[in-house]
């Protein structure tokens, strides 16, 4: 399973991004989305999920401004972002899981993650 993420990039305060992860090597519909992040200094964190049949699971700081879906017939998983806050800067990372993503795991395929960076 090979991710392909895009959509990062430079956004003031209060705007917006839409983060894409394109799956390829397998069919898609089996497989749990997710998206982590890590800022600078600090561990990984879980950000958003999307099970095999669309139930979204979300961090409480993004609750609210984040919605993650998905586009089966594209293999796709998107993370759109809005009210951005400084706070929200970090390396954005696709993950998918054949099954269930735990947010505290380490499980699946990793993208090579995109940055995301807050500013003004």
């Known amino acids: 399973v090979h991710l392909a993420e895009s959509g990062g990039g430079l956004v003031q305060p209060g705007g917006s991004l839409r983060l894409s992860c394109t799956l390829s090597?397998?069919?898609?519909?089996?497989?749990?989305m997710g998206w982590y992040r890590q800022a600078p200094g600090k561990q990984r964190e879980f950000v958003a999920a999307i099970s095999t049949d669309g139930s979204p699971n979300y961090a409480d700081s993004v609750k609210g401004r984040f919605t993650i879906f998905r586009d089966n017939a594209k293999k796709t998983a998107h993370l759109q972002m809005n009210s951005l806050k400084p706070e929200d800067t970090a390396v954005y990372y696709c993950?998918?899981?054949?099954?269930?993503?735990?947010?505290?795991?380490?499980?699946?395929?990793w993208g090579q993650g995109t940055q995301v960076t807050v500013s003004s």
């Open positions: 090597g397998s069919i898609f519909s089996p497989y749990a």
């Open positions: 993950n998918a899981v054949r099954g269930v993503i735990i947010p505290s795991g380490d499980f699946g395929s």
